[in-house]
């Protein structure tokens, strides 16, 4: 716990930093998801599958569920990949704050951050503001999340390339 006598710029300035890295751990898993499904994709059209690699990464995703779900395998092979991509999409939606939200960082009485993200989403012309609010330890515990959910999703994508080559 932080001393509450420190200054509370330097308490700031500390909390922004923790955040800044946790921010960047979480970004780069959300990016090494999206280049292992682009190089999974990638593969299956080098093996002749007539795929179209989408633009948006959620596109991509559609793509690759379609695949996992109708390429020849086992029962267990396409339960275990339709399962790892379904777990890493419920995930997927904290990425368009984190990637395009600004950051408040906020200091609780006891010293622990906060970090509020706060963002425009714009649909059919219309813009709506957007506010996720974390503790440090949901913070932490998202992370987390990223990273079992990216290795777990990792592995099946690995097994899926190289039954694609074979």
């Not at 990637?99 to 709506?128: C, M, N, P």
């Amino acid at each position: 716990m932080n001393d509450l006598t420190q200054d509370p710029l330097t308490q700031h300035q500390i909390a922004r930093a923790e955040i800044d890295a946790w921010r960047g751990c979480c970004l780069d898993l959300y990016a090494r998801t999206e280049q292992a499904v682009g190089k999974t994709l990638e593969q299956a059209i080098s093996n002749g599958k007539e795929l179209k690699l989408a633009h948006l990464a959620g596109q991509r995703f559609d793509t690759l569920q379609e695949l996992a779900e109708t390429e020849p395998a086992t029962t267990k092979q396409r339960e275990a990949l339709v399962l790892a991509i379904s777990s890493w999409r419920r995930v997927e939606s904290e990425r368009f704050l984190l990637a395009h939200g600004t950051v408040q960082e906020l200091i609780d009485r006891r010293g622990d951050w906060h970090v509020r993200f706060d963002a425009q989403i714009y649909k059919t012309g219309k813009s709506t503001p957007t506010q996720w609010c974390l503790s440090k330890s949901e913070a932490m515990n998202l992370r987390d999340t990223l990273e079992t959910r990216f290795k777990a999703l990792s592995g099946q994508l690995g097994h899926f390339r190289k039954r694609l080559a074979s």
